[in-house]
């Protein structure tokens, strides 16, 4: 007989298996209502933030009636996303520290188009005495970025910080005049140059126009709100044949669209003195040029093309006279520029409403001696040791006047204004910066000083 052996009892086993499933499926559960549960607070946290910066970023209109509220508050949501970049803790501490002035009274100046001619010149004198500085800049591609990148680098090694942002970039504005209580603003960004405008009339009316009125704004609604200076031009005497040009000469003339956007800009800024109470002073310059220039200006590309050995156009009037300019030396205009600032009364609005009269005023700032374009050729000729390829042709009809003359008797009067550069001096350390640095060769640095003296005395004295 055969005893067969019973199976064994699983029925222990499967009873636990089926426990432990069924605690794992409890588990799974009460883990997953709890991550819902989180998400869900989570979720309603984000929403509630949102809504409580959108409420201070977008006050109800019945609230905002004269726009100061709303301007201060545009940028108070995106500034919280900017993290450590533009907006975060370091950068805030770099804008702090460039416009810290550095001596007892000293201004805190916000200069546009700092990375520009006049701007890093005037950033760095106004640096170098001893006031706060912070440039703004677009580095647009009007002319070689590179070289407005190298003027930021020199600047730099001074510890004047440049933001790079357009004027017309409201939140960025309203963002540096809530970090810094600026006492002053040197306005000098633009767009430049009187033929580009007949290839790019919009780029005009965008900075000349909407970018100034744009700055305006902003500095309307600070508290305190700044004096400022602010750059307008020769060029909107236009048409004016009355010479030296005068301030009290008419300027509703003019010849091209930048002269046109320039002489908007006057009676933009005569409007928001006459409503706002903000303290307002524009500079008309007269062809400015020196170390650092911008190479669309003519004695910055006959450099160039002399040494290329490529021909350069010399232009006669219609009549066959020559055209002549008022070249004013760079440090002139700096020393203008100053003095403007330093002459400059307070703004007396508070919140975008005025409170009192505001100071008005506009000034020539030019070299007083203007020197036709041949002669200027002629002074390159000697500078760069080179005989120019010269191609004389007829003025085209592209917006440029045949002759400008500065009478600066006003702004020598009120802020002690003196230019003191004659054009071979002022030509000579131009070209010495120019060999320097596009690293021209030898033939420019050893010749140059010798035809410089040379020059000087054969050179006849220029009108004062």
Known sequence: MVIMASPPDTSKTIKLERYNSYLRRVNSTKLLN??????????LL??????????????????????AHHLHKTNFLSSA??????????????????????????????????AGFIGSHCSLALKKRGDGVLGLDNFNSYYDPSLKRARQAMLKKHEIFIVEAD???GPMLTKLFDVVPFTHVLHLAAQAGVR?????????????????????????????????VWASSSSVYGLNTENPFSELHRTDQPASLYAATKKAGEEIAHTYNHIYGLSLTGLRFFTVYGPWGRPDMAYFFFTKDILQGKTID????VDDKEVARDFTYIDDIVKGCLGALDTAGKSTGSGGKKKGPAQLRIYNL???????????????????????????????RNGDVPYTHANVSLALHDFGYKPTTDLASGLRK?????????????RVKKESDNNYKKMMSQQPEESA
Not at 49 to 61: A, E, Q, R
Not at 314 to 317: A, E, I, L, P, S
């Open 34 to 43: 709890a991550s819902s549960k989180l998400l869900f607070r989570a979720t």
């Open 46 to 67: 984000v929403a509630l933030v949102l809504i409580f910066f959108f409420t201070l970023n977008y006050p109800p209109l019945s609230s905002d009636r004269n726009g």
């Open 81 to 114: 996303f900017y993290g450590g970049g533009v907006g975060g803790t370091a950068w805030e501490k770099q804008v702090r520290h460039s416009s810290t002035p550095k001596r007892p009274n000293g201004m805190s100046v916000l200069v546009t188009g700092a």
């Open 167 to 169: 004027l017309n970039d």
């Open 196 to 228: 580009y405008a007949m290839q790019n009339p919009q780029s005009y009316v965008a900075s000349n126009i909407a970018g100034f009125v744009n700055l305006l704004e902003i500095s309307k609604a600070a508290n305190p709100q700044p004096s400022i």
């Open 314 to 317: 010399v232009y006669k009037t």
């Open 366 to 396: 030019g070299n007083t001696s203007p020197v036709p374009v041949g002669r200027l050729v002629s002074i390159l000729e000697g500078l760069l040791s080179t005989k120019a390829k010269k191609h004389v042709i007829k003025m085209p």
């Open 430 to 442: 131009f070209v010495k910066w120019y060999v320097s640095y596009y690293g021209i060769e030898s």
